[in-house]
């Protein structure tokens, strides 16, 4: 399972920290949930975070896998909830649109474009990690906050043209032909 921190020091926002909490070395899938209900935890207090972001559970043809993936995730809503903190959630396609441009971005290109945004050196081993910076990244441009800005920890978002804020789908749809897909 992935993480992801960013703080927000408008215009700038600034990676603070990503990685993996490493469960494959436990057995017992209860135990696995207290780790990461322990990790979670951890992370929130050490940076007391303002709101925390998931990705929402999607629909596969594995229940068996939906179910222990919607178990994990609720331990994580459980961590910050006890800790009063506010939760969003985005679906998949929805993160990777808001951070590549295109709803069915592969994993590397979305790690590709949060290296390029965050300055990031390195390919990350474990794309979960990205996966999890992603959810960040998505909540901070779905709350309409300011884009990413140049920096050693900061980037700018890349786009073909100034975008300006918006205050509904339809003004960001006529401000934007040019990110309209016909179906």
């Known amino acids: 399972m992935g993480y992801g921190l960013i703080a927000v020091?408008?215009?700038k926002v600034e990676l603070i920290q990503f990685g993996v909490i490493h469960l494959s070395k436990y057995?017992?899938?209860a135990l696995k949930l207290q780790k990461i209900f322990e990790r979670v935890s951890s992370l929130i207090d050490?940076?007391?975070?303002?709101e925390v972001a998931l990705e929402?559970?999607?629909?596969?043809?594995n229940v068996?896998?939906?179910?222990?993936l919607g178990r994990a995730q609720g331990v994580a809503m459980a961590a910050a909830l006890s800790r009063s903190i506010p939760i969003a959630e985005y679906a998949p396609r929805k993160i990777k649109q808001s951070v590549t441009g295109n709803g069915n971005a592969s994993k590397e290109q979305v790690a590709k474009m949060l290296m390029s945004l965050f300055a990031i050196e390195e390919m990350p081993r474990l794309l979960d990690a990205t996966d999890a910076l992603a959810v960040a990244v998505?909540?901070?441009f779905?709350?309409?906050k300011a884009e990413l800005t140049a920096g050693s920890a900061s980037a700018q978002r890349p786009q073909t043209k100034p975008r300006r804020a918006t205050s509904s789908w339809e003004a960001f749809l006529k401000d934007n032909p040019d990110r309209i897909k016909p179906a």
């Open 9 to 11: 020091r408008r215009p």
């Open 27 to 29: 057995g017992d899938h």
């Open 46 to 50: 050490e940076y007391n975070p303002d």
């Open 56 to 61: 929402a559970p999607f629909f596969g043809k």
């Open 64 to 68: 068996q896998s939906m179910l222990k």
């Open 138 to 140: 998505c909540h901070h």
């Open 142 to 144: 779905q709350a309409g």
